[in-house]
Structure formats: structure tokens, C-alpha cells
T-cell receptor, first 112, second 116 residues
Framework: GQQLNQSPQSMFIQEGEDVSMNCTSSSIFNTWLWYKQDPGEGPVLLIALYKAGELTSNGRLTAQFGITRKDSFLNISASIPSDVGIYFCAGQLENRDDKIIFGKGTRLHILP | EPEVTQTPSHQVTQMGQEVILRCVPISNHLYFYWYRQILGQKVEFLVSFYNNEISEKSEIFDDQFSVERPDGSNFTLKIRSTKLEDSAMYFC??????????????FGSGTQLSVL
């Protein structure tokens, strides 16, 4: 079935460092979304991308919709302790099925 | 800020029992979804619902599952005869009908279902 490959699976970084994670697929997407999930909570939307090549920022977060429409990345600059959590990429496939599929997540740990 | 609310937050049930998970989507949203997340794993699509009918469902959403919008505010997921492998966090989500925002899902905090 359709699959999003998200990497890395987990990251251990120092506070203040920049973070980069990405998602790739063999399928073409109409929409890319990045969510953050805190323990015991539902995913919260961070950034939504709608056009190939689109680069969007939300504070210290920046995400891009890949030119091929098969990938996306999320960058976090100058990480802070509250950035800890699981980051999921998600997307809506080109055939516009009424579902969003998720990657397996990147678990971000920040070392003191 | 409007939010998706889910009840209960935790549900413990015996294998073979029926459970109903409840959700109140954001009031002006028209697309509704159920997802589940097995502990430590990714968020998996179960079903989408629009205009009072299922618009898409995954292979996970078999005959044991059903959804209903019994009134203008609630959206429920029923599991008829629970199995051990149904233990997971179940998330309800809804989205706005606008052209560019119907893909943006807003999630509830989830119902943790434990099947014993």
C-alpha cells in the first residue's frame, strides 16, 4: 500500500542545535503536512504545504514541499526543550482519496 | 479556540465486548475521521466520513467497526466485538470544508482503549 518513509526514526541533539527530518515516497502527493505529537496527546498541525516547491515557515520551523511532489522536509532551528516530541509527516495522495496517511514519526530528544 | 473533544479518555474492556468511542468534532467542520495509534507506532487511518456516509476506509476497518453521526454534533466509532489487537489510542479528527483546508486535520486528544 501507499507508504511514507520518514527519517530519522529518532534524534538526540543538544539544546540550540538545528534539526532536520524528511519524508519520501514513491507516490506523488497533493498535500504535505507536518504534525507534532506530545505524550498522551493527539497530533497537532505545525505546517501545511500545497504546492511543489513551496517553502513555509512557522516561527523556528520551516518545511518544504519537494519539487518532485514525492518528498518533504522539516527543519527546526535553535531547538529548545519544548521541541521534544514525535514529529510526523503526513500527506494526501494525488488521487485525492479522502484520507491522510502518516509517516512513522521522528522522535526528537534534547539533551541538557 | 475550537477543538475536537473525545470521550472517554481511557476505556478498558473485556475481549469480545462492544465499545463505543465518542467524538465531538469542530462545529463547522464537515469531514470526520478516525485514526488509531498502537503504542510506539505510527498513526494509522481507519475511516473518513462525509455527508453522512463513509467516504473511504482502510483494510483495518473491517465488519467489526462502524461509524455513526447520530446527531448534529457527535461522531462515534463502534467496535462490535473487541479483540486484543484492538488495544490502541484512537484519535478522532475533523477538517474544514474550504478548498485548501479540507486536508488539514484537527485531532482530538484520543481515547486509550485497552482490551483485556
Amino acid at each position: 500500500g501507499q507508504q511514507l518513509n520518514q527519517s530519522p526514526q529518532s534524534m538526540f541533539i543538544q539544546e540550540g542545535e538545528d534539526v532536520s527530518m524528511n519524508c519520501t515516497s514513491s507516490s506523488i502527493f497533493n498535500t504535505w503536512l507536518w504534525y507534532k505529537q506530545d505524550p498522551g496527546e493527539g497530533p497537532v498541525l505545525l505546517i501545511a504545504l500545497y504546492k511543489a516547491g513551496e517553502l513555509t515557515s512557522n516561527g523556528r520551523l520551516t518545511a518544504q514541499f519537494g519539487i518532485t511532489r514525492k518528498d518533504s522536509f522539516l527543519n527546526i532551528s535553535a531547538s529548545i526543550p519544548s521541541d521534544v516530541g514525535i514529529y510526523f509527516c503526513a500527506g494526501q495522495l494525488e488521487n485525492r482519496d479522502d484520507k491522510i496517511i502518516f509517516g512513522k514519526g521522528t522522535r526528537l530528544h534534547i539533551l541538557p | 479556540e475550537p477543538e475536537v473533544t473525545q470521550t472517554p479518555s481511557h476505556q478498558v474492556t473485556q475481549m469480545g465486548q462492544e465499545v463505543i468511542l465518542r467524538c465531538v468534532p469542530i462545529s463547522n467542520h464537515l469531514y470526520f475521521y478516525w485514526y488509531r495509534q498502537i503504542l510506539g507506532q505510527k498513526v494509522e487511518f481507519l475511516v473518513s466520513f462525509y455527508n453522512n456516509e463513509i467516504s473511504e476506509k482502510s483494510e483495518i476497518f473491517d465488519d467489526q467497526f462502524s461509524v455513526e453521526r447520530p446527531d448534529g454534533s457527535n461522531f462515534t466509532l463502534k467496535i462490535r466485538s473487541t479483540k486484543l489487537e484492538d488495544s490502541a489510542m484512537y484519535f478522532c479528527a475533523s477538517s474544514d470544508p474550504d478548498t485548501h483546508t479540507n486536508e488539514k486535520l484537527f485531532f482530538g486528544s484520543g481515547t486509550q482503549l485497552s482490551v483485556l
